[in-house]
């Protein structure tokens, strides 16, 4: 079964640095997304694409964070000057259509980023 | 805004009882609604969805779950616990002018033998 795959698992940065985690969606999928977990709360909405652009984006989704379509395959996260609060676990997903018409996302396993 | 509220961090159940994971949610308009669940390790895999239509929905794993309007519920059941149903299981909602997944907090199960 298809499946989104996402790198790297986990990764540990020092404040400061800059950070891109990698998601390779499902082939055919056209629109791609980004949500957060920090340990212990909520599963968090961050940024949508379609068309090379950014279709919707939370308030969490500031000047620090920018998403990219590289290529045909890969949809990458960048967060410029990490903080401590970044420490989260980041979910990339895409969705075939769109998922404002009842569209599935299907979300990858997740990337563990640690800001020390 | 939307919200979603799960009742029960966790719950925890007899292998071959009844699971009951209750979500409720806030919307100002009709929502799309979800259950996904999350192994160890793994991502959220979509158990069900409501968009319209009839009102109890059928998913994976004998899983079922019933919108119910004038109660702003969908409340997961499964008739029979199995072991490998211990997981996390996530209630979200989403505006049908949105591409946001709204999620609640997440209910544990774990099955006991």
């Known amino acids: 079964e298809p499946e989104v795959t996402q790198t790297p698992s986990h990764q540990v940065t020092q404040m400061g640095q800059e950070v891109i985690l990698r998601c390779v969606p499902i082939?055919?999928?056209?629109?791609f997304y980004w949500y957060r977990q920090i340990l212990g709360q909520k599963v968090e909405f961050l940024v949508s694409?379609?068309?090379?652009?950014?279709?919707?984006k939370s308030e969490i989704f500031d000047d620090q964070f920018s998403v990219e379509r590289p290529d045909g395959s890969n949809f990458t996260l960048k967060i410029r000057s990490t903080k401590l609060e970044d420490s989260a676990m980041y979910f990339c997903?895409?969705?075939?259509?769109?998922?404002?018409?009842?569209?599935?996302?299907?979300f990858g396993e997740g990337s563990w980023l640690t800001v020390v | 805004a939307q919200s979603v509220t799960q009742l029960g961090s966790h719950v925890s159940v007899s292998e071959g009882a009844l699971v009951l994971l209750r979500c409720n949610y806030s919307?100002?308009?009709?929502?799309?609604l979800f259950w996904y669940v999350q192994y160890p390790n793994q991502g959220l895999q979509l158990l069900l969805k409501?968009?319209?239509?009839?009102?109890l929905v059928k998913g994976i794993n004998g899983f079922e779950a019933e919108f119910k309007k004038s109660e702003t519920s969908f409340h997961l059941t499964k008739p029979s616990a199995h072991m490998s149903d211990a997981a996390e299981y996530f209630c979200?909602?989403?505006?049908?002018?949105?591409?946001?997944?709204?999620f609640g907090s997440g209910t544990r199960l774990l099955v006991r033998p």
């Open positions: 979200a909602v989403r505006k049908s002018s949105s591409y946001k997944l709204i």
């Open positions: 409501y968009t319209t239509g009839a009102t």
């Open positions: 082939s055919n999928h056209l629109y």
């Open positions: 997903a895409s969705s075939r259509g769109e998922a404002i018409s009842g569209n599935t996302i299907y």
């Open positions: 919307s100002s308009v009709p929502p799309y």
């Open positions: 694409f379609y068309n090379n652009e950014i279709s919707e």
